[in-house]
């Protein structure tokens, strides 16, 4: 090993700091470095920029063109200003009405000893921009599939021997059965009649009370109307409660009676081991004692059967409302009172005027509500206009 490298190890085993700070010779050095290569500025990110640059504009674009960058996340606040005051619920928008509506009304006659009840149908539609009683007359017409059937009290209870005469509406009275030709039978013996009631008609059922005239007891009965109608027996072909209950009530003497806004089962009071309503007791027209049964009754028997407008603002509407139908649509609605039946439009508010006013006569009682939407209206008014005479 030669001298320099002997030099080179010496100068190792010196210490590397002898002084302390910066020494003159680190100091030149350091100085010399940063003369020789000036501090890089930060290169700008420009893609950074543009794009926030774009977004800065999106948001501009947004405010010139009213557009809420933050919506209300309920939609119906903005609505509320505007009717400040009334429930939003209550705010309904109007429909043009193209609903049909057939009512068939009974007023049974107050003297103890008369048996017979009237009948009569009130069909009212939208005519040119008018509600108006498109049809009324006596007796009920019971639309029944695509055909009416035309219900009244018959004019020869004898000859029939019962009190209602059922046929199919446009077609010719079938022939008394008291005459052959030109030729009556003879009578030997005073015949038997049959009183009926009609409770209540709907789609293809009717609800019947019946009774003997000589003994006076009296029966409830439950039909298929067509069946009745050509003759069939009750006792055997009659309907039985649990065939529109799903089978959670039995009952073969039972009826159909309207209560506000809905119609109900009621059965004999004498019938047993049911769920009842005890705080209602009515009467049939004969007397017989009711109970009321709570279930709800199979569209088959009873068609649109709900009342679309809280009673609260039925009450506002009419304060001495006592029921109140409501189209399918939701375009007409029906008020009635003990005196009058009021039309709506099914959007109407407290303070509205009706469009329409038909007397209701003392005691008369709901036994019919039909509806009609616009595909059948024209067919329905064709056939009031024609089987409904005064």
Same mark, same amino acid.
């Given at each position: 090993?030669?001298?320099? =490298?002997?030099?080179?190890?010496?100068?190792?085993?010196?210490?590397?700091?002898?002084?302390?700070?910066?020494?003159?010779?680190?100091?030149?050095?350091?100085?010399?470095?940063?003369?020789?290569?000036?501090?890089?500025?930060?290169?700008?990110?420009?893609?950074?920029?543009?794009?926030?640059?774009?977004?800065?504009?999106?948001?501009?674009?947004?405010?010139?063109?009213?557009?809420?960058?933050?919506?209300?996340?309920?939609?119906?606040?903005?609505?509320?200003?505007?009717?400040?005051?009334?429930?939003?619920?209550?705010?309904?928008?109007?429909?043009?009405?193209?609903?049909?509506?057939?009512? &068939?009304?009974?007023?049974?006659?107050?003297?103890?000893?008369?048996?017979?009840?009237?009948?009569?149908?009130?069909?009212?539609?939208?005519?040119?921009?008018?509600?108006?009683?498109?049809?009324?007359?006596? &007796?009920?017409?019971?639309?029944?599939?695509?055909?009416?059937?035309?219900?009244?009290?018959?004019?020869?209870?004898?000859?029939?021997?019962?009190?209602? =005469?059922?046929?199919?509406?446009?077609?010719?009275?079938?022939?008394?059965?008291?005459?052959?030709?030109?030729?009556?039978?003879?009578?030997?013996?005073?015949?038997?009649?049959?009183?009926?009631?009609?409770?209540?008609?709907?789609?293809?059922?009717?609800?019947?009370?019946?009774?003997?005239?000589?003994?006076?007891?009296?029966?409830?009965?439950?039909?298929?109307?067509?069946?009745?109608?050509?003759? &069939?027996?009750?006792?055997?072909?009659?309907?039985?409660?649990?065939?529109?209950?799903?089978?959670?009530?039995?009952?073969?003497?039972?009826?159909?009676?309207?209560?506000?806004?809905?119609?109900?089962?009621?059965?004999?009071?004498?019938?047993?081991?049911?769920?009842?309503?005890?705080?209602?007791?009515?009467?049939?027209?004969?007397?017989?004692?009711?109970?009321?049964?709570?279930?709800?009754?199979?569209?088959?028997?009873?068609? =649109?059967?709900?009342?679309?407008?809280?009673?609260?603002?039925?009450?506002?509407?009419?304060?001495?409302?006592?029921?109140?139908?409501?189209?399918?649509?939701?375009?007409?609605?029906?008020?009635?009172?003990? =005196?009058?039946?009021?039309?709506?439009?099914?959007?109407?508010?407290?303070?509205?005027?009706?469009?329409?006013?038909?007397?209701?006569?003392? &005691?008369?009682?709901?036994?019919?509500?039909?509806?009609?939407?616009?595909?059948?209206?024209?067919?329905?008014?064709?056939?009031?206009?024609?089987?409904?005479?005064?």
């Amino acid at each position: 090993m030669n001298n320099q =490298h002997d030099d080179w190890f010496k100068g190792l085993e010196r210490d590397p700091f002898p002084e302390k700070g910066f020494q003159p010779e680190l100091k030149r050095r350091i100085m010399r470095e940063i003369d020789r290569k000036p501090a890089a500025k930060p290169r700008p990110n420009w893609r950074l920029a543009g794009i926030a640059a774009a977004c800065m504009t999106v948001v501009c674009l947004l405010v010139l063109l009213r557009v809420e960058l933050f919506p209300n996340t309920a939609p119906l606040a903005n609505n509320a200003s505007l009717n400040a005051g009334s429930p939003l619920t209550e705010v309904l928008d109007k429909k043009e009405i193209k609903s049909v509506l057939l009512l &068939g009304l009974r007023q049974d006659n107050a003297a103890a000893n008369e048996q017979n009840s009237t009948y009569r149908s009130l069909m009212v539609a939208n005519q040119n921009g008018q509600v108006k009683a498109v049809a009324a007359g006596n &007796g009920i017409l019971v639309p029944y599939g695509q055909v009416f059937w035309k219900i009244d009290n018959a004019a020869d209870p004898k000859a029939e021997g019962k009190t209602l =005469h059922i046929a199919q509406a446009g077609k010719a009275a079938a022939p008394s059965p008291t005459a052959i030709g030109t030729q009556a039978v003879p009578e030997t013996k005073e015949p038997a009649v049959r009183v009926e009631k009609l409770l209540y008609a709907g789609n293809k059922y009717l609800s019947l009370e019946t009774g003997d005239a000589a003994t006076g007891s009296s029966e409830l009965w439950n039909v298929d109307l067509k069946e009745y109608a050509n003759g &069939g027996d009750p006792l055997f072909s009659r309907q039985n409660l649990s065939e529109f209950t799903e089978g959670r009530y039995s009952s073969d003497s039972w009826t159909v009676l309207r209560q506000t806004g809905s119609w109900k089962a009621a059965v004999r009071s004498a019938e047993t081991g049911l769920e009842i309503n005890p705080k209602s007791k009515p009467l049939t027209p004969a007397g017989i004692p009711l109970t009321l049964v709570n279930t709800e009754l199979s569209d088959r028997l009873v068609n =649109h059967d709900t009342l679309d407008r809280p009673w609260e603002d039925i009450l506002a509407i009419e304060p001495e409302a006592t029921d109140s139908v409501t189209s399918p649509d939701r375009d007409l609605m029906a008020i009635f009172t003990d =005196h009058s039946i009021e039309f709506f439009e099914f959007s109407a508010q407290a303070g509205d005027q009706p469009l329409l006013t038909v007397a209701r006569n003392k &005691g008369e009682q709901l036994v019919m509500v039909q509806w009609a939407l616009e595909k059948y209206a024209s067919k329905w008014i064709q056939a009031g206009e024609s089987e409904l005479l005064p």
